[in-house]
C-alpha cells in the first residue's frame, strides 16, 4: 500500500497519505503507476460523457475533459513536456540543457510542445463517439503511467544524482514491469468489452470500410491494446532519444512520456476506429 499511496500521491491531486518514501517504495509505486493513471482516466473522461445528456460540440467535451485531467494532475505532466522540449530543443550539450530545464519559464519550444500535443490530444478526442472517446481516454491515460513503469527500469541511470529522476531511477523490476504491461493490456480489453456490451455484441465484430487502406475498420477490443503499445513505444522512442542527449531521466523527462505515450495512444484510437 505504500507504494501505491505513494504513485496516487505523486501522480494526482487525490489526497493520499504517505508515510514512507525511499527507493523501495518508489519502484513499487511506478510498477503500480498504471492504476494512478485508470483512477485519472475514470475522473477526467466524465466531460465527454457531455453530449449524451446535452447535445454540444464535441470539442467543447474534449477540451473539458483535458483541462480537468491537467487540474487531477497539477499540471505535472505538461510541466515536464514543456521543460524537455526547452532543453532537447536547445541543442545544448547535456550539463547546460539540464539546466534549461531547471528554469521555471518556458520558452518557444515548450509553447509549441504544449499547443501541440493538447490540439492533438483535444481532436483526437472530439473526433470519437462519447463512451469509445471516454474508454479511449481511460486507455490512454494508463498507458501514459506504464510509460513510467518502463522507463524507470533497471539499466536507465537518472540524468542528475538528486531529485525525482534519482528518486525512480532504475527501482522497477522485470517481473513488476511485466506484470503492469499486461494489466495494462486487460484493462484496455476489459474497457473493449464493457462497451461491446453496452452496445450490443455486433459492435464488437462490425466493420466498415474507410478506415484503412483496403481494410475495414478494426474491432475496439483490437484498437485499445494497440493503443497501448503504439503510445509505449513512442515514449520509450523518446526516452532513447533522452537518454542519448541528457544521458539518464529526469522527473521533467518522465512527465514528456506520459504526455507522448498518452497523445500516441489516443492517435492510435482516432485513427482506428
Known sequence: MDGLRFAIGTLSIFPVRVSRVDRAVAGRAMALAPLAGLALGVVAAVPLLLPLVSPGPPLLAAALSLGLLAVLTRGLHLDGLADLADG????????QALDIMKKSDIGPFGVLALVFTLLIQAAALSGLPPWLGAVSLVTAC?????????????????????????????????????AATVGTLALALALALALALASGFHAWLQVSPGALPGHGRLPVAVVLPLGVVAGLAAAMALLRHARRRLGGIT???????????????????ALLT
Open 88 to 95: 532537447l530543443g536547445s541543442g545544448k550539450p547535456p550539463p
Open 142 to 178: 494508463a498507458t501514459g503511467r506504464l510509460a513510467l513503469t518502463w522507463a524507470c527500469r533497471a539499466g536507465v541511470p537518472a540524468a542528475r544524482p538528486d531529485g525525482l529522476g534519482a528518486m525512480v531511477a532504475a527501482t522497477v523490476r522485470p517481473a513488476a514491469r511485466w
Open 251 to 269: 522527473g521533467d523527462v518522465l512527465g514528456a512520456l506520459v504526455e507522448t505515450a498518452t497523445t500516441a495512444a489516443l492517435i492510435t484510437c
